[in-house]
């Protein structure tokens, strides 16, 4: 059996505004093996970039567990998180934004193994910055360029190369791909997925891509308002979506069918509920066309497993 590398046990972030309290994360369970993915997906404002960043600490959770390789480290100071840092990295979304623009490609390479005194010597450290730049697909030639004068597959290649050159366990990839054209896309996919082999890395995968996390993903939590509502595996969610707000995600994958006949979709009707101040009850309430009153306004809903590794969060799943 593959060992569980994290867990997340009623993990919450709350934020404090003038109105009340925003639940950005609200009672977030799962585990995660090593080697695997994990792909969270959901519609903006969810949660999902919000979970990877308490997930790593870079944001202080309000409540809840994270244990990371067998360590709970929820409660961990800042300068004891500093050695974890090399057992946890994260990929982001806009790889010009989480660039320095004054430093060169070898320097941003070098820069978290000279900050982790991984490696000493001038030499040495710049032997594992072309190393890790010909894994990621650099070329050598663009040592001395700056991050403006590069595309943005390029650019994400380097945030990648920057997050390998400490050696983690996971790697956190907020919408690593969304800010890239769909060509380009697909080679840092690919690219991401032979890392993954062949350095036997774990992958938390957040994404609003159906199509991509299907492709990318051993197992696939939707999340909604802060919470799971959906968690299976990959192949699980697309044959047999339950909750009615995943089956509305996937009603919305564009189908490549030239027909006649017009595909019939779900819409999800009404707006997202504020997450200020949220009553106790079911949170797709009010753009559910399946609720049933009396159930769904009773309480929120827990994720329930109604198969195999297929959890649900629905008060009308019996």
């Known amino acids: 059996m593959a060992k569980t590398l994290l867990e997340v046990q009623n993990l919450t972030k709350y934020f404090a505004t003038p109105a009340g ?20 997906v959901g519609e903006s404002g969810c949660g999902k970039s919000t979970t990877g960043r308490v997930i790593l600490k870079l944001i202080e959770p309000s409540g809840g567990k994270i244990i990371f390789d067998g360590e709970d480290i929820t409660k961990y100071s800042r300068s004891k998180m500093r050695p974890l840092r090399t057992r946890m ?11 320095d623009p004054r430093q ?22 710049e032997e594992r910055t072309l190393e890790l730049m010909e894994t990621v ?29 400490v050696k983690p366990k996971l790697i956190i990839c907020d919408e690593p791909v969304s800010a890239l054209d769909v060509s380009i896309q697909a080679q840092i996919l690919n690219l991401l997925k032979k890392l993954q082999k062949d350095l036997g890395l774990t992958y938390i995968f957040i994404t609003h891509n159906l199509a991509v996390v299907k492709y990318f993903s051993d197992d696939i939590a939707v999340m909604y308002l802060g919470q799971l509502v959906e968690k299976a595996s990959s192949d699980d969610i697309f044959a047999s979506p339950t909750h009615p707000y995943t089956k509305a995600l996937l009603s919305a994958i564009p189908i490549p069918k030239v027909t006649k006949e017009r595909v ?3 819409l999800i009707r009404g707006e997202v509920t504020s997450p200020v101040n949220l009553p106790d009850e079911c949170r797709f309430l009010k753009r559910c066309d ?6 769904c306004r009773t309480k929120n809903p827990e994720l329930k497993e109604i198969a195999p590794n297929h959890f649900v969060a629905c008060s009308c799943i019996r």
């Open 89 to 99: 990295q994260m990929i982001f979304q806009d790889p010009f934004s989480s660039l």
């Open 264 to 266: 019939q979709r779900r």
């Open 104 to 125: 060169t490609v070898s320097q941003l390479i070098a820069e978290p193994i000279i900050e982790h005194k991984l490696i000493r010597g001038k030499a040495a450290i």
């Open 290 to 295: 399946e609720c049933d009153e009396a159930l």
């Open 21 to 40: 309290q925003l639940h950005a994360v609200d009672g977030v369970n799962f585990k995660l093996e090593e080697g695997k993915t994990l792909g969270i």
């Open 137 to 165: 697909g650099l070329a050598s030639r663009l040592m001395n360029s700056y991050p403006h004068e590069l595309d943005g597959g390029r650019r994400q290649r380097i945030g990648i190369a920057r997050a390998l050159a």
